[in-house]
């Protein structure tokens, strides 16, 4: 695809990249000859316009951008660098340039105007983080994890909002069954109040009854009621 114009130890990986407005590429840096900037003049031709990072492969080498408000940022790497390196340099060369150019320079600038200021700054950029390649990994690792501690936590505070409805769910039924309890005690003093009144007639009636055959068993007895004399 291209061959390298220097032959220093870990030039090479990063080989062309450049800054667009909308399709227009405002500025450009590389050290190779190839058809890099046509393939990725044709990626940012159908690059969607929302935010966000993309990535394309072609014949070993990886075509890396991030789009940001209206701005596209690329860099061409071969693919054994990996994603670490291309994103934080991409990170880097959108911060430096909105830092530069976010006035509205960059907004009027014409095609491949800026050049001269900002492919130097590129140049610089991708020498920093081929130096600092390791740090790097050890930095989007440390990412990483902050990112799945973040997600693990989202979701237990998701879990822990579901179960807050469930708990309430089950007070709710907690309160019904209590309600229900405390009228199926009403309803059990009442029936035992009336077994009691029951019991009571019965054993008033049995009394008398008692009260009767006594009295009969005397009169039978004492021939009337002169057992006293």
């Not at 031709?45 to 014949?59: A, E, G, H």
């Not at 994603?83 to 530069?100: M, N, S, T």
């Not at 469930?166 to 109040?193: E, M, N, S, Y």
Request: charged residues 25%; proline residues 2%.
């Amino acid at each position: 695809m291209g061959e390298s114009t220097t032959g220093k130890e870990g030039e090479g990986l990063l080989i062309y990249s450049f800054v667009a407005r909308g399709t227009m590429v405002l500025s450009e840096y590389t050290e190779f000859t190839g058809n890099f900037p046509a393939i990725a003049a044709q990626c940012l031709q159908k690059l969607p316009s929302s935010n966000n990072k993309f990535t394309y492969t072609c014949d070993h080498h990886t075509f890396n951008f991030l789009v940001h408000n209206g701005y596209a940022y690329c860099v061409v790497a071969k693919d054994t660098v990996g994603k670490q390196v291309p994103v934080a340099f991409l990170e880097r060369v959108k911060e430096d340039f909105v830092r530069r150019y976010g006035g509205g320079k960059a907004d009027t600038a014409v095609a491949k105007s800026l050049n001269k200021e900002f492919g130097p700054v590129m140049k610089e950029h991708m020498k920093y983080v081929i130096e600092n390649a390791e740090e790097i990994g050890k930095l989007a690792k440390v990412k990483a994890q902050v990112s799945e501690v973040k997600s693990i936590m989202i979701d237990n505070i998701e879990k822990a909002v579901d179960r807050g409805e469930k708990l309430t769910d089950i007070t709710d039924k907690t309160r019904d069954l209590h309600a229900q309890a405390q009228d199926f005690k009403k309803q059990g003093t009442r029936v035992r109040r009336k077994m009691w009144f029951h019991n009571m007639k019965i054993k008033l009636v049995v009394l008398g009854i008692l009260l009767l055959l006594v009295l009969i068993v005397w009169v039978s007895v004492c021939q009337g009621f002169n057992c006293t004399k």
